[in-house]
């Protein structure tokens, strides 16, 4: 059955039935879990983009590169 001729079935139903009909739908989404199994996918595939061998730099060395961002920028 196509999506239109589903919703053409749809609006015959009795109020009732279209929200017990609405209730199962939730119910079968909830049960999946797509939307987290969509980002802790996403979050997989984009581990170790921004990894390096270098050490993270220290307090002294942000501010160094702050201040050197801010010389750049308005001066």
Avoid: C, H, W
């Avoid at 979050?43 to 750049?72: C, F, H, S, W, Y």
């Amino acid at each position: 059955m196509l999506l239109q001729e589903l919703k053409e079935q749809i609006f015959k139903l009795p109020p009732n039935d279209r929200l017990a009909l609405v209730s199962a739908i939730i119910d079968s989404l909830q049960n999946q879990s797509l939307f987290n199994n969509d980002r802790s996918g996403a979050i997989r595939r984009m581990q170790g983009l921004l990894k390096t061998d270098q050490p993270a730099p220290n307090d002294e060395q942000v501010a160094a590169m702050l201040e050197d961002r801010r010389v750049e920028k308005y001066l």
